[in-house]
């Protein structure tokens, strides 16, 4: 079955909206597989985001995902990748639809709330990157 990586950013915990984004996965019926609250460390935020790695908002990007906690989920469910992205919205909560995550909450382009998987294979990869092996199967 197919699987993502969710992950609530900083701003996301600090505005309590835990609670409503977890019930509105459950609600879609998808299946929470693993859940942790946990302080980021540069090291693991770095190699998250690696891919955007030469872009000038990065040390921002990773400075802000270490700046408080986050909870790093894992969720499961036909097409979960691509609901879950249609789910959260725009990267830009500006541009983001009414009805999104990021529509309804996010406040700007750096405090967007949630991150989700972008595909398949990065699903696979960030599993593995903020999962071990016996807290997801
Ligand atoms: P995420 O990977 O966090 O789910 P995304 O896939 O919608 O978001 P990406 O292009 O992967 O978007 O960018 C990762 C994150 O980097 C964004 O969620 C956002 O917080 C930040 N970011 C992207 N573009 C900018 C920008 N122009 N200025 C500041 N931050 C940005
Ligand atoms: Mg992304």
Not at 1 to 15: A, H, L, S, Y
């Amino acid at each position: 079955m197919e699987r993502t990586f969710i992950m609530i950013k900083p701003d996301g915990v600090q505005r309590q909206l835990i609670g409503e984004i977890v019930g509105r996965f459950e609600k879609k019926g998808f299946k929470l597989v693993a859940m942790k609250v946990m302080t980021v460390s540069q090291e693991l935020a770095e190699k998250h985001y690696e891919a955007l790695n030469d872009k000038p908002f990065f040390s921002g990007l990773v400075k802000f995902i270490c700046s408080s906690p986050v909870v790093a989920m894992v969720w499961e469910g036909d097409s979960v990748v691509s609901t879950s992205r249609q789910m959260i919205g725009a990267t830009d909560p500006h541009a983001a639809a009414p009805g999104t995550i990021r529509g309804d909450y996010g406040v700007s382009v750096g405090r967007n709330i949630i991150h989700g998987s972008d595909a398949i294979e990065t699903a696979k990869r960030e599993i593995a990157l903020w999962f071990k092996e016996e807290e997801v199967n």
